[in-house]
Nanobody, 124 residues
């Protein structure tokens, strides 16, 4: 198993930036594909970004591409999400997740371990 703990959420003005972190412990972090998901009130949890175990390949939801950057530091067992040019529509609880499936998948059912989430609020 792997345990995931997100941090870095908070309140930011539209146009601002935040950097989320996800600290992993337990089994080897570098063996997992990692993803960020988000869930706004009344909406389904949705894929935001994913990264392969090596960091060599990434994927993004269309509405965050060019604004968000996912990265990982396997030596520190940490996943990151740099969020720039934030919009009110980006407000949600953000979750990191780990997948054993070896490739970046977009469905939450394909991820095996989840953090507790961190709240991002964007004021207009």
């Amino acid at each position: 198993q792997v345990q995931l703990v997100e941090s870095g959420g908070g309140l930011v003005q539209a146009g601002g930036s935040l950097r989320l972190s996800c600290a992993a412990s337990g089994r080897t972090f570098s063996s997992y594909v990692m993803g960020w998901f988000r869930q706004a009130p009344g909406k389904e949890r949705e894929f935001v970004a994913g990264i392969t175990w090596s960091g060599g390949r990434t994927a993004y939801a269309s509405d965050v591409k060019g604004r968000f950057t996912i990265s990982r530091d396997n030596a520190k067992s940490t996943l990151f999400l740099q969020m720039n040019s934030l919009k009110p529509d980006d407000a949600a609880v953000y979750y990191c997740a780990a997948s054993r499936r070896g490739t970046i998948l977009l469905g939450q059912q394909d991820y095996d371990y989840w953090g507790q989430g961190t709240q991002v609020t964007v004021s207009s």
